[in-house]
């Protein structure tokens, strides 16, 4: 279970330094999210760590739409049934309309988060001009790792977007002018700053950290750069990047998948990032915590009496279902999926699947028991907190639940596929790397791996996780696999459309 006595502080000052700061207005600057100069005391090297509070408090307070918006096109998820949300729905089967509500609050949303970490840099800057000694040093790592936040911030939306802005000061107007740097670009920028980065940060896991428990490392950072040198297609950096994270040893799988992604698993040898919420263990007062009821079933009898359902916006897709029981998968398929009875019968009314594994049930493993929906058939089970790990009085759907966003099984896999598509090895083989994998969840070792039976694994493994498949898809033009439950996939889908009202403003 989460190590409380260590997590309690940070938390704490994460959303002291939200409420005090970033709530007040009489403390901002014209650009939103920005600490005034005179809220500072820049010679006390004490309250250096604030502005970083601050980028790490916006980066971790991200709006429910972000996930849903980065991940629905996949095949392996479905937007719930239109409900009130139509143009999510239509964005799920690629038909995009940039009035949106959702473009334009996801593009908001990253560049108020870019525009709050550039800032933090600039004030670090600040600290640094009185530093002397062990302070000089801590100044770099904590512009080092605000370039890490400000790096996951540009490449998710660049992911979106392709052509986007790269913010690098405060001088915002000027930036714009700049006009936009193509995809290509974005990921090398974030690549190369990254390399600015590795130098200045520790060389530990997160969760060894004791300053900042959770917080950005080196390996954070060699994380991203592979993951933008992926975008690239240059596998030999992505095999670099990955494999001096498999050989730093110290990172492992969590031994129970199901786990992993409820409250056991947070912060675990697993994580490479991770964004860390909490209700601080008590029943009542202040919280700290991502909205999850948008993952959630519309309908359930919970194990504990008295927790919210969800609102029913993400569900696993059939296709993807239908890959994992032809694998026969049980502790990824289990953990992934809430079924509902309808769901089992849908699955069942396909001849080939009209016999199922006894483990798939409308009731989970921790007694919830998940009913029918008029939304979807189906639940995102691993944006799932069992409701029997709610602290006592938290009845919110997933309240104080961290949602993972990079970690070892995905380093491991992308060195794989870059072995796979010729890229040289500094460490284990590509079976290896996929082999760990597939053990953590009882599945037999493969020999010989090819680049499609990474990408295979890689589906399995990772869906219902940040868009991931989705991406793979498009950097490979598989637009087949995308093209699917009456859906046709082009070229000319893989982008979202600008924002209209950032076209208007921003003259795009």
Known sequence: MKNLKQSFKPLS?????????????????????????DDLDYTNMNDMVLPLLGAYY??????????????????????????????????????????FWMFNQVWNNFYSDIAVVINTQEAILRFKEFATGDAIARAD??????????????????????????????????????????KEEVMQYISDLMDEAIPH?????????????????????????????????????????????????????????????????????????????SDFNTESGATFNH???PFGPTS?????????????????????MKFMLDRGEEDRLLTSVLFTPDGIAELKSDPDYATLPNFISNTT???????????????????????????????????????IVIRYSEILLMY?????????????????????????VNMSPLSGVTSQQVMDEKFAELGMEWGIRYFDMIRLNEYGELSYDGRTFSADKELLPYPLAQIDLLGL
């Open 13 to 37: 000052l994460l959303l002291l330094f939200g409420v005090l700061i970033f709530a007040c207005s009489e403390k901002l600057e014209e650009n939103e999210g920005q600490l005034s100069a």
């Open 58 to 99: 916006e980066t971790y307070k991200r709006g429910w739409e972000d996930p849903l918006l980065v991940g629905v096109r996949g095949d392996d998820v479905n937007a719930g049934g239109e409900g009130d949300q139509p143009l999510f729905a239509a964005t799920d089967v690629y038909s995009y309309d940039n009035n």
């Open 141 to 182: 790592q904590y512009i080092a790792e605000a370039k890490v936040l400000s790096a996951y911030q540009h490449f998710n939306m660049s992911r979106l977007w392709g052509d986007i802005f790269i913010i690098e000061t405060t001088n915002f107007d000027e930036e714009v002018d700049n006009g936009v740097d193509t």
């Open 201 to 277: 940060l520790l060389d530990l896991r997160p969760n060894q950290r004791t300053d900042i428990p959770g917080g950005v490392t080196k390996y954070t950072a060699l994380a991203i750069k592979a993951m933008a040198q992926l975008e690239l297609e240059n596998y030999q950096g992505v095999a670099d990047a990955t494999g001096e994270i498999i050989n730093q040893g110290g990172f492992d799988l969590y031994p129970e998948f199901y786990e992993l992604f409820k409250k056991p698993g947070e912060r675990s040898d697993e994580s490479l990032f991770e964004l860390q919420f």
């Open 291 to 293: 909205l999850y009821a």
């Open 300 to 320: 359930w009898t919970p194990a504990v009496a008295g927790a919210s359902s969800g609102w029913g916006f993400y569900e696993p897709s059939l296709k993807w």
């Open 365 to 403: 493993p921790d007694g919830d028991v998940i009913n029918n929906s008029v939304r979807a058939n189906f639940f995102s089970g691993k944006h799932y907190l069992p409701s029997n790990q709610l602290t006592s009085g938290r009845n919110d759907y997933g309240s104080s639940k961290n949602m």
């Open 416 to 440: 794989a596929e870059a072995l796979t598509r010729g890229a040289s090895g500094n460490g284990m083989t590509a079976d290896q790397a996929v082999n760990m994998v597939r053990d953590r």
